[in-house]
Nanobody
Framework: QVQLVESGGGLVQPGGSLRLSCAASGFSFSEYAMSWYRQAPGKEREVVATIRSSGTSTGYIDSVKGRFTISRDNYKNTVYLQMNYLRPDDTAVYYC?????????WGQGTQVTVSS
């Protein structure tokens, strides 16, 4: 079955960095786009970044452009989110996401807290 397992979250001070990882299994990872979403307390879940199957094309929401970088390793079946210059408003649970045909799959989420 499809599994997405995130790791790398934690508590970081403003201006700091974190690298999230999402290990995928149960499907042909290299054939599908992958995304990172986040959900802050009291807010709707939003897409943060997306990377195409080959890794040659990426997209970001405006608030993270220039600070976050999504990447993937199709040999390790893993997608990453490098987060630099973190701000308090980046605090959220971050989720890995993939859509396979009409089915959607989410990881369990990893908490990122940006606070001094």
């Amino acid at each position: 079955q499809v599994q997405l397992v995130e790791s790398g979250g934690g508590l970081v001070q403003p201006g700091g960095s974190l690298r999230l990882s999402c290990a995928a299994s149960g499907f042909s990872f290299s054939e599908y786009a992958m995304s990172w979403y986040r959900q802050a307390p009291g807010k709707e879940r939003e897409v943060v970044a997306t990377i195409r199957s080959s890794g040659t094309s990426t997209g970001y929401i405006d608030s993270v452009k220039g600070r976050f970088t999504i990447s993937r390793d199709n040999y390790k079946n893993t997608v990453y989110l490098q987060m630099n210059y973190l701000r308090p408003d980046d605090t959220a649970v971050y989720y890995c996401y993939v859509q396979l045909w009409s089915a959607e799959y989410w990881g369990q989420g990893t908490q990122v807290t940006v606070s001094s």
